[in-house]
């Protein structure tokens, strides 16, 4: 597996190694050994979700405070999606700034957001299917999201009509009213 900082050098691109011929591929999506070894410390995951989005659908900025916060490994394994991690970090020189990355069941590249980071993403296929594992279990009461839209973060999600947002997802808060990390 190779794995790459992005510019907020928390989050990581992960890309594995994939064994493919005319019949079809191999690969491992997960190896706690060579994940922690990466990581460069012991991290356990607790939850695994699953989610399916139509065209259009933008899911986020979604997080959780302490101490449910959670961080998470995500990766599409049918469709495409532009990913999103958004620093919420304080004490963070990133702080406010965002990565993104297209992943998608093709290129099978993966996401590591670390606690402290908002995610989101919006489905650029007809539909996508989407798996995250996280470090924390869902705590609603510790859930927060950031608007989609602030446009102190800037993210350029290069849509051409509004998203199909959640009653939860239009009810984001700007960055600048949004409880964050220390």
């Known amino acids: 597996m190779k794995v790459t900082p992005l510019s907020i050098p928390d989050v990581l691109l992960i890309e594995p190694q994939v064994f493919g011929d005319d019949r079809g591929f191999f690969y491992e999506s997960f190896n706690q050994n060579k994940f922690e070894e990466a990581m460069g410390k012991k991290i356990s995951f607790v939850q695994d979700n699953h989610s399916k989005s139509v065209k259009g659908v933008l899911r986020g900025l979604h997080y959780q405070l302490p101490p449910k916060a959670q961080g998470k490994l995500v990766r599409v394994i049918q469709g495409e999606v532009f ?5 919420l970090r304080q004490s963070s020189p990133t702080f406010g ?3 993104s990355e297209i992943l998608s069941s093709d290129n099978k590249k993966q996401l590591w957001i ?3 980071f908002a995610h989101g993403f919006v489905t650029l296929s007809e539909t996508a299917e ?3 594992k996280t470090t924390d279990f869902y705590a609603p009461e510790f859930e927060r999201c950031i608007s989609w ?3 102190s973060v800037g993210i ?3 849509m051409t009509t509004q998203p199909s947002l959640s009653g939860k997802d239009q009810l984001g808060k700007a ?3 949004a409880e964050v990390f220390a």
């Open 83 to 87: 990913d999103v991690a958004v620093d």
């Open 97 to 99: 700034k965002f990565v």
């Open 114 to 116: 670390p606690e402290g």
């Open 130 to 132: 989407f798996l995250y």
């Open 149 to 151: 839209d602030d446009p």
């Open 156 to 158: 350029d999600w290069s």
């Open 175 to 177: 960055l600048s009213a």
